[in-house]
């Protein structure tokens, strides 16, 4: 370890010892997991610096943006608090194809690691995917649920390298053991989708195990990720749903526990909702016009909450800049919240919310039966460019996922 430390800067030294496990080793093998960017104040050559294979993107742009490299360096621990995960399976989401496109580079950008954007003069290169399920491979000296081996799942913030990759860091607040009745392919299915929904109903929307029971929910775009898991989240709680999907999708999420299936291509969905008794608590993954009419479906002047996961809030910051954005976006959801609370209902937006915790809660769900991965298509590390165009196609039912491990 004595390898001119006065040499090293200061963020090399503190990748170097907040990280347990097989670092040493490595350096005794001649290789650093420090970036290309800290090894120029090394002794040893910056060429023989640990590497791993990822897909990444170089610009914003189409499906040909996304590129194949056996050259991406190794991630390295930068806090105490963090940990290093070999993937073995990871899975996409609409937020990755927006993302490859462009959309919330603004916003994200003043969300990522300043030395990497002051010194590469960009965001890039820059690895896609949110969802991970892998094991441990190293562990920052502040963790203490996890050592190098546990088998774990979580879902990585936007604004960190994703997963679509041998290796990705996450934080350990971020991570949670995974579960148990689950292989990695079918776990990765679920953190974004399930911490989204997790976060549409219960941060948000006040919904729990103890509260929800008899209550109705109404739920829009429901065979999508976030819709699978939310019909089951809500039956798992003992509420009644009803799920708007086409007619193809609507045996799926019958399975799942849906109570009462509209099919938005048979007729109007607002004449077909005129027959149900209103409702207590609505999810909106599909917004748009559906905004402007669906809350006249809630119970008035009793608590009754619209949730909708389709806000303007990166596209704002895109199309006016930061600080314009972030006052528009303010504006905007201030003024809904009023009219409709005016109203009689609740009004609100959510967010994918990063958490450890309630991974382990939804864990548990799963583990006892009453959570189940909804899987549409596995491809391997090889067809990625592939698995992005299938989740362009739209009609989600369930989750394309990645099997990482299946390198090229």
């Not at 105490?80 to 916003?107: C, F, Q, T, W």
């Not at 207590?280 to 599909?286: A, C, G, P, R, S």
């Not at 609370?341 to 009453?370: N, Q």
């Amino acid at each position: 370890m004595y390898l001119k430390m006065h040499l090293l800067s200061r963020q090399a030294y503190r990748g170097l010892f907040f990280s347990q496990g097989s670092i040493a080793p490595c350096l005794r093998r001649g290789r650093s997991l420090i970036r290309s960017s800290l090894c120029r104040n090394i002794s040893f050559s910056c060429q023989r610096c640990t590497v791993m294979t990822s897909w990444i993107i170089d610009r914003y742009g189409r499906n040909d943006v996304l590129r194949f490299t056996n050259n991406m360096i190794f991630p390295i621990i930068h806090f105490p608090n963090e940990v290093i995960i070999k993937v073995h399976a990871a899975s996409l989401n609409p937020i990755d194809v927006n993302m490859r496109n462009g959309y919330g580079a603004a916003a994200l950008n003043m969300k990522r690691d300043p030395l990497k954007l002051k010194s590469a003069g960009s965001e890039f290169p820059l690895t896609l995917g949110r969802d991970v399920s892998g094991v441990i491979m190293e562990c920052g000296l502040n963790v203490s649920y996890f050592k190098p081996g546990d088998e774990v799942w979580a879902a990585i913030p936007p604004w960190k390298q994703g997963t679509i990759s041998e290796f990705v860091v996450a934080s350990g607040n971020e991570v949670s053991h995974k579960p148990k009745s689950l292989s990695h392919i079918e776990a990765a299915s679920l953190p974004y989708v399930g911490l989204t929904a997790w976060s549409a109903l219960n941060q948000i929307g006040g919904l729990n195990q103890d509260n929800c029971s008899g209550k109705r929910i109404l739920i829009f775009g429901a065979s999508g990720g976030v819709g699978t898991f939310a019909i089951q989240l809500m039956k798992a709680w003992g509420g009644h749903v009803t799920a708007v999907c086409s007619q193809d999708a609507s045996s799926l999420v019958k399975k799942l526990g849906a109570d009462d299936v509209i099919d938005y291509k048979s007729g109007d969905v607002a004449e077909q909702l005129k027959r149900l008794p209103l409702f207590d608590f609505i999810l909106d993954n599909v917004g748009g016009s559906t905004e402007k009419w669906s809350p006249d479906f809630l119970k008035k002047w009793s608590g009754a909450t619209y949730v909708t996961l389709v806000t303007p809030f990166l596209l704002n910051m895109d199309r006016l800049g930061v600080a314009d954005g972030m006052l528009q976006t303010g504006l905007t959801i201030g003024s809904k919240a009023v009219k409709h609370l005016c109203k009689g209902i609740h009004y609100r937006w959510a967010f994918f919310t990063p958490s450890g915790r309630s991974l382990d809660e939804i864990a548990e769900l799963v583990d006892s039966g009453k959570i189940h991965p909804v899987i549409e298509q596995v491809f391997s590390f090889s067809e990625v460019p592939k698995a992005f165009l299938k989740l362009e196609e739209g009609r989600a039912r369930g989750k394309t996922v990645i099997n990482v491990i299946n390198k090229i």
